[in-house]
Nanobody, 113 residues
Framework: QVQLVESGGGLVQPGGSLRLSCAAS????????VRWYRQAPGKQRDWVAG???????YYADSVKGRFIISRDSAKNTVYLQMNSLKPEDTAVYYC???????WGQGTQVTVSS
């Protein structure tokens, strides 16, 4: 069964940085597009960044220039480096492949002074 486990969230001040990790089972990282999503209270879950099986990154406009997605195929892990964080980035962050597997617990990111 495919599993993806998110970690690395926390409380950070506006302008700060965090790095999230998505540990995947098997060879998902090398064979699938993997995306990071986020869901704020009362809002729908939206994707924010993705990386193709070939390693090409892409971003939602809301995070372009601030977030960087990368992967370590040897560790079966996808990362999301989040810089210049804003209060509106506060959400639970999830990762998943395309097509999606079961959703994990996510990791909470709170940007507040």
């Amino acid at each position: 069964q495919v599993q993806l486990v998110e970690s690395g969230g926390g409380l950070v001040q506006p302008g700060g940085s965090l790095r999230l990790s998505c540990a995947a089972s098997g060879s998902i990282i090398r064979t699938s597009t993997v995306r990071w999503y986020r869901q704020a209270p009362g809002k729908q879950r939206d994707w924010v960044a993705g990386i193709s099986s070939g390693g090409t990154p892409y971003y939602a406009d809301s995070v372009k220039g601030r977030f960087i997605i990368s992967r370590d195929s040897a560790k079966n892990t996808v990362y999301l480096q989040m810089n210049s964080l804003k209060p509106e980035d506060t959400a639970v962050y999830y990762c998943n492949k395309i097509p999606p597997a079961s959703w994990g617990q996510g990791t909470q990111v709170t940007v507040s002074s």
